[in-house]
C-alpha cells in the first residue's frame, strides 16, 4: 500500500519587499541578495499573522466535508510556537472545525519538524489505512533589522494531507538520519530573533546532506541517476544549491544539467517568498510540482530536510498520477502575484510592530490583513483568534 501526501497548500501574507530595495537600503549591491543568495523577494508578516493562523489559512483550501472526519492526527511543526505549553495544533484543531476525536501536537527541531511530523504521520496511515493526518510546516522567520540574516527573512505555513493511495507523491519510508548538538543557529527563549553563526551553518549543512545521502546510497543501492529531482530545504536558495553541487560530480554532465534545471522550478517559490523554516522543503516541493513541467508519474524526487541544532534526514518519494493541479498552480501564482509590495520603511514598521514577549493585553487590528483567520491580539493572557467567514 502506498502512503504520502494526497494533497498540499501554501499560504502566505499579503506583503512583499523585494530584495533589490532591501540592498540598497543597506548599502549594499542589489546581485548579493538576488544573484549571492539568490532570493528576490520576501513575505512581510503583519501582526495580525502568526503560525496559528498562517496554518489555517493554508490549510482551509485542503479540508473539506470529504476529509475533515477521516483526519484523526494533526501535527504541527513550527520553530516559532506561540506559547511554550499549549500546542498550535490545539488552536488549529478548533478553527479548521476538525474532530476533538483527532490526537493533535506540536513538534520542535528547529527546521526540521515538518518532516518529523510527516514521517509520523505515513507510519501511522500505514498502520491506519481508513484515516488521514494533517501535517503543518509554518514559521516566521526573523533575525533582526540590519543583520547579516536580515536578507533571509519571509514567513508562511505548507499544509499537507496525508493519506493512502496519494495523488501526488508517495513515500517507501526508508530514511537515513544524522544528528549531531551543533551550536549554528537557535533562539533563546526570551526573543522572537534567531541568533545564528551563517558561515558555519551553511557548512554544516553540506556535511549534513552529504553524510544523510551517503548513508542512503548505503542502504539502499539507489545512486544519483535515478534521480529526477533533487530538492532541498531552503533556507535561501544558494544554499540548496550548494548541497546539490557538492554531489553531482557524482552523475555525468547531462544528469547534472538536468537536476540543475529541476532545482530551479524547485526553488521558484522559495526566491519568492523567503525562509519558511518547517514549511521550506515542501514549499520547494510545492514549486517542483507545480513549475517542472518534465515531471511525470514514477519519478523519483529526492527530499533533504535539515533543523538546525542539527538534524538532518534523507529520504525519496515517488510520484504519484494526480500530482500536477491546474488550479492549485494558479491560486500560488495568483496569491504571490498580487501580494502589495512595501517601502523598506514600512516593512521596518511592521517588522517592529511584532508582538513582544512579555506579558499583558494587546489589541490588533487587521484592517489591512485580508486573510481569513486573524489573530487579533491578547485578553486575560490567553491569544484571540477570528474566522472571518
Not at 504541527?76 to 474532530?99: H, P, R
Not at 544528469?255 to 520547494?284: I, P
Not at 491546474?326 to 514600512?346: F, G, L, P, Y
Not at 489589541?363 to 483567520?373: G, S, Y
Request: aromatic share 10%.
Amino acid at each position: 500500500m502506498k502512503v504520502g501526501i494526497d494533497d498540499i497548500s501554501f499560504y502566505t501574507p499579503n506583503l512583499a519587499l523585494p530584495m533589490d530595495k532591501l540592498a540598497l537600503a543597506r548599502n549594499e549591491d542589489p546581485n548579493k541578495y538576488l544573484i549571492g543568495i539568490g532570493q528576490q523577494m520576501q513575505s512581510v508578516i503583519p501582526n495580525t499573522q502568526d503560525v496559528v493562523t498562517m496554518a489555517a489559512n493554508a490549510a482551509i483550501d485542503i479540508i473539506n466535508d470529504d476529509n475533515r472526519e477521516q483526519i484523526d492526527l494533526v501535527v504541527f511543526g513550527t520553530e516559532t510556537g506561540v506559547d511554550n505549553s499549549k500546542s498550535a495544533a490545539i488552536y488549529l484543531q478548533k478553527l479548521l472545525n476538525l474532530s476533538p476525536n483527532a490526537r493533535a501536537f506540536e513538534i520542535k527541531q528547529a527546521c526540521y519538524g515538518a518532516t518529523a511530523g510527516l514521517q509520523m504521520a505515513r507510519d501511522y496511515v500505514q498502520l491506519h489505512p481508513d484515516k488521514k493526518a494533517l501535517v503543518i510546516g509554518a514559521d516566521v522567520a526573523r533575525y533582526g533589522l540590519n543583520t547579516p540574516g536580515e536578507v533571509t527573512q519571509g514567513g508562511g505555513a505548507v499544509a499537507m494531507i496525508v493519506s493512502a493511495d496519494p495523488k501526488i507523491i508517495s513515500f517507501n519510508g526508508i530514511s537515513t538520519f544524522y544528528s549531531k548538538d551543533i551550536m549554528d543557529f537557535w533562539r533563546p527563549l526570551y526573543t522572537t530573533e534567531a541568533i545564528v553563526d551563517g558561515h558555519y551553518s551553511n557548512d554544516v549543512y553540506v556535511n549534513f546532506f552529504q553524510e544523510t545521502w551517503n548513508q542512503y546510497k548505503q542502504k539502499t543501492w539507489i545512486t544519483l541517476n535515478d534521480m529526477s529531482a533533487m530538492i532541498f530545504h531552503l533556507p535561501y536558495p544558494k544554499m540548496g544549491i550548494k548541497g546539490l553541487r557538492s554531489v553531482l560530480p557524482e552523475v555525468d554532465e547531462q544528469q547534472q544539467n538536468d537536476l540543475k534545471t529541476a532545482f530551479g522550478f524547485g526553488s521558484q517559490y522559495n526566491k519568492l517568498v523567503g525562509n519558511l523554516y518547517t514549511g521550506s522543503l515542501y514549499l520547494s516541493l510545492l514549486s517542483l510540482i507545480d513549475n517542472d513541467r518534465q515531471l511525470k508519474p514514477g519519478d523519483s524526487v529526492g527530499l533533504f530536510s535539515y533543523g538546525s541544532g542539527a538534524q538532518g534526514e534523507f529520504f525519496v518519494g515517488q510520484i504519484e498520477s494526480d500530482f500536477y493541479d491546474e488550479q492549485r498552480a494558479q491560486r500560488m501564482q495568483t496569491m504571490i502575484n498580487n501580494r502589495r509590495v512595501v517601502s523598506v520603511d514600512q516593512y521596518e514598521a511592521i517588522f517592529n510592530a511584532w508582538p513582544a514577549i512579555k506579558a499583558g493585553d494587546l489589541t490588533l487590528t487587521p484592517a489591512n490583513d485580508n486573510a481569513q483567520f486573524i489573530f487579533t491580539g491578547v485578553k486575560n493572557n490567553q491569544r484571540q483568534y477570528i474566522n472571518r467567514k
